[in-house]
């Protein structure tokens, strides 16, 4: 089975670490996994090339996540970072560890030697182990496209990269819009269209679904592949019980003036959409199309066992929608 999903961080992570457990305990084999990374989060921080939603699904998936954070490595130190804010180098705002800045170094060494960021993922990614897993990770562009947000400050209006808006701001700041900078050059990495068509069943973590999901959608061909695709395609609500599970992804739908709730969420979609899991906090208030098939169960994803559950869910509605 050919499964290809699309994906954020933290929340798009650990779904997918969930699924590939789920996976190897189904007895029909074998399964391959090919993940859509967004790089809209991309980053250049002291010199270095930081890939946070790459870094993170590698990390998660490969066994190295610091668990507690969802983001950065496991027993991690900050040496490096201390030396550079004594010397008074910006910006500190963004925490690089140790171990996590090898990934960056190592990512800005080879691009600087002429290889794509999609040769650099798979060199990335073998270090991990995630071919042995089954795993392709796709970054969802070769191009260098960075998010930022339009705020409006002291009566002006000015753009932000979104780490900074994200993190330093802490969404605090009422976005007035996004802006993807480098879209107009960007075209889909080799591998992600095909990835789409060909797959037997596509899946939406719950990832952001406006910096997230919502970026690799605006990507040249992505959302047509989406529709095209004779795969069901079926997702899960990161709204739950009218907010975000994590981070600030309300913040962002109300940029857009759209509903914080997976009914917003899912109209995001309505063009491609076959099937939604929610929370049964917010299913009696669910509203969308009469053609999209919608189950219920817990999504909080606080274990693995939730988690499992949560992405076994999603397979078994797109295997019954497939049949």
């Not at 990374?37 to 946070?52: E, H, K, M, W």
Request: charged fraction near 20%; include cysteine.
């Amino acid at each position: 089975m050919r499964i290809t999903a699309l994906a954020g961080g933290v929340g798009g992570a650990r779904f997918l670490r969930g699924l590939r457990r789920h996976l190897d305990s189904r007895d029909d084999g074998p399964h391959d996994l090919t993940i859509i990374a967004n790089t809209g989060d991309d980053i250049t921080l002291f010199g270095l090339r930081v890939s946070p939603d790459v870094d993170t699904l590698l990390y998660t998936l490969g066994g190295g996540i610091h668990e507690g954070q969802g983001w950065g490595r496991a027993d991690e130190t900050f040496a490096l970072q201390g030396e550079l804010a004594a010397y008074g180098v910006e910006p500190q705002w963004f925490g690089l560890g140790d171990r996590d800045l090898g990934t960056h170094v190592a990512r800005s060494m080879w691009l600087a030697q002429g290889q794509s960021p999609s040769q650099v993922t798979e060199r990335l990614a073998a270090r991990w182990g995630l071919p042995e897993q089954r795993v392709q990770l796709l970054p969802m562009t070769d191009a260098f496209v960075e998010t930022h947000v339009v705020v409006e400050q002291d009566d002006q209006q000015q753009a932000v990269h979104f780490q900074e808006w994200w993190i330093r701001m802490q969404a605090a700041v009422p976005a007035q819009r996004f802006v993807v900078a480098g879209l107009d050059r960007a075209s889909a990495a080799p591998g992600v269209l095909d990835a789409i068509r060909s797959a037997d069943v596509v899946l939406l973590p719950p990832s952001n679904p406006v910096v997230s999901i919502g970026i690799i959608l605006l990507v040249p061909g992505v959302r047509d592949a989406l529709r095209g695709t004779s795969a069901p395609v079926v997702g899960v609500s990161p709204i739950v019980g009218g907010g975000p599970v994590r981070g600030h992804a309300d913040a962002c739908l109300k940029a857009l003036d759209v509903e914080v709730s997976p009914s917003g969420v899912a109209s995001l979609y309505r063009d491609f959409l076959d099937g939604w899991l929610v929370d049964p906090a917010d299913a009696a208030s669910f509203s969308g199309p009469a053609a999209l098939t919608v189950r219920d169960l817990p999504l909080l994803m606080k274990d693995a066992a939730s988690t499992d559950a949560i992405a076994a869910a999603a397979l078994d509605l797109a295997l019954t929608l497939r049949a």
